[in-house]
C-alpha cells in the first residue's frame, strides 16, 4: 500500500511538472535530491568528503577492530583469521613484486575480495542472526550500527564492479543497480522499525521475524527505490516523456495496491 500510494504521488508531482513546464517543480526538486545522494552515496561515493572516508574506515578500520575484540573477548576468530590472512596477501605481493604475476593477481584479488565484500556481509549474517532472536527494540537500535556496515559493503561491491577501465555509470543499468544499493541499507533498517512497531501494536512477529522475510522486505525497498527514481528521471527527459512517465507511475501505484488487496 505504501508503494502504490509512493508511485501515484509521484504520478501525480510528473503532471503538475509537465503542466507546468517543469519551472521549480516539487519533481524537479525531487530528482536532484535523489540524483545527489545516490551520486554521493554509491556513484560517487569515493570523491564525496563524508562517504568517501566513510566507507575505508568502516572497511579496513572499524570491522578489523571488532573481530580483534570479538576474538579476544571469546568470540569467533574467523574474521580476524580472515583479515590476518589479508595482510599476508599484502607482504607476499610486496615480496613479489614484479615476479609471479600470477600468484600476486590471485592474491590482490582475493584480498580486495574479502576486505571489500565477503567480510562486511559476514558481519552483516552474524549480527542479524544475533538480533533476529533478540527484543525488537534491541534490532531498532542496532539497525543502524548494521545498515552502516550493509552500506560499506556495499559499496565494496561497486568498487570492484566498477574497477575496469571501460566501466560506466551513466548506463541505466548501472544507475539502477547504484540505486538499488544505495536503498538497501534504508529497507534493511526500515525492517527493523516495521517488527518494533509490530511488537508495540501486538502483532504476531512468527509471521515477519525471519531471514527470509528480512531478505524479502530490504530488497523489496531497494528494488522499489531504484524503480521510482528511474521513474523520475524519465519524467525530467522531455516534455512527452513526463506524461508517459506519469501514466506509467500511476500504472504502477495500482498495481501495487491491488497486488496489497489481493495479498490481504
Request: aromatic share 8%.
Amino acid at each position: 500500500m505504501g508503494v502504490g500510494a509512493a508511485f501515484l504521488l509521484l504520478a501525480g508531482l510528473l503532471a503538475q511538472e509537465a503542466m507546468s513546464g517543469g519551472d521549480n517543480s516539487v519533481a524537479g526538486s525531487m530528482r536532484r535530491i535523489l540524483h545527489d545522494a545516490v551520486s554521493k552515496t554509491v556513484l560517487d561515493f569515493d570523491r564525496d568528503a563524508v562517504f568517501g572516508a566513510a566507507v575505508p574506515v568502516v572497511l579496513f578500520m572499524v570491522l578489523p577492530g571488532a573481530a580483534l575484540v570479538n576474538a579476544t573477548l571469546g568470540g569467533s576468530p574467523f574474521m580476524l583469521i580472515c583479515y590476518l590472512m589479508i595482510v599476508g596477501s599484502i607482504f607476499l605481493h610486496m615480496l613479489l613484486v614484479g615476479r609471479a604475476k600470477s600468484v600476486t593477481a590471485v592474491a590482490a584479488g582475493s584480498g580486495a575480495v574479502l576486505a571489500l565484500v565477503l567480510l562486511p556481509y559476514y558481519a552483516v549474517w552474524s549480527l542479524s542472526s544475533h538480533m533476529l532472536t533478540g527484543a525488537p527494540a534491541e534490532g531498532a537500535l542496532s539497525g543502524l550500527l548494521i545498515a552502516i556496515v550493509l552500506y560499506a559493503a556495499n559499496a565494496g561491491v561497486w568498487t570492484l564492479l566498477h574497477a575496469g577501465p571501460d566501466s560506466t555509470g551513466d548506463r541505466l543499468v548501472h544507475r539502477f543497480a547504484g540505486a538499488v544499493l544505495a536503498g538497501l541499507p534504508i529497507g534493511y533498517l526500515l525492517y527493523w522499525f516495521v517488527v518494533l512497531g509490530l511488537k508495540i501494536s501486538g502483532a504476531d512477529l512468527e509471521v515477519v521475524r525471519g531471514w527470509g522475510t528480512l531478505i524479502l522486505f530490504s530488497l523489496g525497498v531497494a528494488v522499489c527505490f531504484g524503480v521510482f527514481k528511474e521513474v523520475l528521471d524519465a519524467g525530467g527527459q522531455r516534455q512527452r516523456g513526463k506524461f508517459t512517465a506519469a501514466w506509467g507511475s500511476g500504472g504502477l501505484g495500482a498495481l501495487a495496491i491491488l497486488a496489497a488487496h489481493a495479498v490481504n
